[in-house]
């Protein structure tokens, strides 16, 4: 029988899991439908100072907690086994598992709000609806240990390496030309500063 496995993301869908869902493990199916904040990011991620805005508003308010307190609300498909999170906490009485990048950002990208909200996400990492805490990295799961008290909920930390589909090219060398691929973000746009393309430029000329 197919499990039905509905993928909640923070804000809009990431790349990385619209491939997950595109290649699921057989006898799983992914499902997933938008809402309007959702619909809302997505738009706004294609204009160059929506993620500076973004982050200055997160300094305010924890924007990913809030995001989880309006998840409560949302309408979610009822036919569905288990809720994939990532980086966000599901508050709504349902099995759900969560995919977590790093520890803080289920409260804000600013580390500031983590301090005063780490209750909230201790009790929602112990909640019976959690099943399992996914880090991608020794370094991801570290974060949780070194920063909560995990005494109910260790047990449910678990490390799956990332992986990609396998892809068959050949390589064509040429004399003639250098080319240099600089790969920050496909979900941010203009994300060159953060993501280090200046500390690239810097050290090809140096």
Not at 26 to 50: C, D, H, M, P, R
Not at 177 to 185: D, I, P
Request: glycine share 4%.
């Amino acid at each position: 029988m197919t499990k039905r496995i509905y993928i909640e993301p923070a804000w809009k869908m990431h790349s990385y899991y619209q491939a997950l869902a595109a290649y699921a493990p057989q006898g799983y199916e992914f499902v997933t439908s938008e809402s309007s904040l959702e619909k809302v990011s997505k738009a706004a991620s294609k204009i160059n100072f929506s993620y500076p805005l973004f982050l200055g508003l997160d300094k305010i308010v924890p924007l990913n907690l809030m995001k989880s307190y309006w998840g409560k609300f949302r309408k979610i498909p009822l036919d569905k086994d288990l809720t994939y999170s990532y980086d966000h906490l599901i508050l709504r009485k349902e099995p759900w598992v969560l995919d977590l990048e790093y520890v803080s950002f289920l409260v804000s990208y600013n580390v500031n709000h983590f301090r005063h909200y780490k209750g909230t996400v201790q009790r929602a990492l112990a909640s019976e609806h959690c099943k399992k805490i996914i880090c991608g990295t020794e370094a991801a799961r570290k974060t949780v240990v070194l920063n909560l008290d995990c005494t109910g909920f260790e047990h449910k930390l678990e490390i799956v390496p990332f992986a990609a589909r396998k892809k068959d090219f050949t390589k064509q060398f040429t004399n003639n030309k250098v080319k240099l691929l600089f790969v920050g973000s496909t979900n941010i746009l203009g994300a060159f500063e953060t993501k280090g393309g200046r500390e690239t430029l810097e050290t090809l000329v140096s």
